[in-house]
């Protein structure tokens, strides 16, 4: 059987051979859930009866999230990651294109693939802002807009994203970086009925390992995707996780201050060699990957327009400090 072509280039991204010590790649949260936390969710999971099927549309999770979003149930889809709700996104809309601006998250691109929908990419420029999308929306099912941007990390700018929306095309904001940065649009859905928001629990959460992302829109978007979603598609085990998380929030906003923290010590250290983020990231000008994995870090390397460059993760302290030393010998050694 032959796999997807872009199945395989997604596999290279998440497979390396050997064993390595620090994995600075996915843009993992460093922190598992402290062990007294974690106690409680296991008590929790025990009470859970798992020979029956979750809520048909989890709703449940659906709640806790429109109370800790001010919003409607309604108004609120959950999945497993806010990638699983992608594809579902580009069924409901018509029309015979995407519209992306790379170098961007390149699941937008892989799922249009998929769905066999042509992707229009509008290049950003050379400092990462977007590109005159609003010339490329006429027959548009959508365009996709990751703000903080994977795997720049830059925040885009308002007025530009207002400005595509003012054209009545459905966007969708991805902001799974958004508790990084301190900015939301989500008061932008008060306005716009085409505008559709992408979060997830994977990044500042610190809950890749249970896969839970939400979109966020109208009530008339929201039900055109649950009328072709998956019914029971969201785990009890995960709702629950979720749910309890939500609870406690402070959790994540003191792992989030850590992060950024690392985030700005790192930038600042290599700002000759680094992009300025405002995710749990940081893209640098340096062509290091094989150095780096020879000492035992893991980082992303990049291709396209961005070869040459590596996104690196923000870790726990201790992995930051190896990531410095090490980067500062490969430094030393280009200098020379």
């Given at each position: 059987m032959r796999f997807n072509p872009l199945v395989e280039k997604f596999?290279?991204?998440?497979?390396?051979?050997?064993?390595?010590?620090?994995?600075?790649?996915k843009n993992e949260n460093p922190f598992d859930l402290p062990p007294e936390f974690k106690w409680k969710v296991l008590k929790e999971l025990e009470k859970i009866p798992f020979n029956r099927y979750p809520h048909i549309t989890a709703d449940p999770l659906r709640e806790k999230l429109a109370v800790f979003l001010g919003v409607n149930i309604d108004n609120v889809v959950v999945g497993n990651g806010s990638d699983d709700l992608i594809p579902y996104i580009i069924k409901i809309f018509d029309g015979d294109h995407i519209v992306i601006s790379s170098p961007t998250f390149e699941m937008y691109s892989f799922y249009a693939a998929l769905e066999g929908i042509e992707v229009v990419d509008v290049p950003m420029d050379e400092r990462f802002n977007l590109g005159n999308i609003e010339d490329h929306v006429e027959g548009a099912r959508a365009v996709f807009i990751c703000s903080p941007n994977s795997p720049t990390g830059n925040v885009h700018s308002r007025e530009k994203i207002i400005s595509i929306l003012e054209t009545g095309v459905p966007v969708v904001l991805d902001e799974a970086y958004v508790e990084f940065c301190g900015s939301s649009n989500m008061d932008l859905l008060q306005r716009f009925d085409n505008l559709i928001i992408l979060r997830t629990l994977s990044k500042a959460f610190g809950l890749a390992g249970i896969r839970v992302g939400y979109a966020v829109a109208s009530e008339e978007i929201i039900n055109r995707i649950l009328r072709i979603k998956?019914?029971?598609?969201?785990?009890?085990?995960?709702?629950?996780?979720?749910?309890?998380?939500?609870?406690?929030?402070?959790?994540?906003?003191?792992?989030?201050?850590?992060?950024?923290?690392?985030?700005?010590?790192?930038?600042k250290r290599f700002a000759d060699v680094a992009f300025p983020s405002e995710a749990?990231?940081?893209?640098?000008?340096a062509d290091a990957y094989e150095f780096l994995l020879n000492r035992g870090i893991v980082v992303r390397q990049l291709s396209g327009r961005l070869k040459g460059m590596i996104r690196v993760t923000i870790?726990?302290?201790?992995?930051?400090?190896?990531?410095?030393?090490?980067?500062?010998?490969?430094?030393d050694g280009i200098r020379c």
């Amino acid at each position: 059987m032959r796999f997807n072509p872009l199945v395989e280039k997604f596999k290279s991204y998440t497979t390396v051979k050997g064993s390595y010590g620090i994995w600075l790649n996915k843009n993992e949260n460093p922190f598992d859930l402290p062990p007294e936390f974690k106690w409680k969710v296991l008590k929790e999971l025990e009470k859970i009866p798992f020979n029956r099927y979750p809520h048909i549309t989890a709703d449940p999770l659906r709640e806790k999230l429109a109370v800790f979003l001010g919003v409607n149930i309604d108004n609120v889809v959950v999945g497993n990651g806010s990638d699983d709700l992608i594809p579902y996104i580009i069924k409901i809309f018509d029309g015979d294109h995407i519209v992306i601006s790379s170098p961007t998250f390149e699941m937008y691109s892989f799922y249009a693939a998929l769905e066999g929908i042509e992707v229009v990419d509008v290049p950003m420029d050379e400092r990462f802002n977007l590109g005159n999308i609003e010339d490329h929306v006429e027959g548009a099912r959508a365009v996709f807009i990751c703000s903080p941007n994977s795997p720049t990390g830059n925040v885009h700018s308002r007025e530009k994203i207002i400005s595509i929306l003012e054209t009545g095309v459905p966007v969708v904001l991805d902001e799974a970086y958004v508790e990084f940065c301190g900015s939301s649009n989500m008061d932008l859905l008060q306005r716009f009925d085409n505008l559709i928001i992408l979060r997830t629990l994977s990044k500042a959460f610190g809950l890749a390992g249970i896969r839970v992302g939400y979109a966020v829109a109208s009530e008339e978007i929201i039900n055109r995707i649950l009328r072709i979603k998956s019914p029971f598609s969201m785990n009890v085990l995960s709702m629950k996780i979720a749910e309890m998380m939500l609870e406690n929030y402070e959790i994540v906003e003191d792992r989030v201050r850590f992060i950024v923290a690392e985030r700005e010590r790192l930038w600042k250290r290599f700002a000759d060699v680094a992009f300025p983020s405002e995710a749990n990231f940081l893209l640098f000008r340096a062509d290091a990957y094989e150095f780096l994995l020879n000492r035992g870090i893991v980082v992303r390397q990049l291709s396209g327009r961005l070869k040459g460059m590596i996104r690196v993760t923000i870790g726990s302290k201790e992995e930051n400090d190896e990531f410095i030393r090490a980067f500062e010998e490969y430094l030393d050694g280009i200098r020379c």
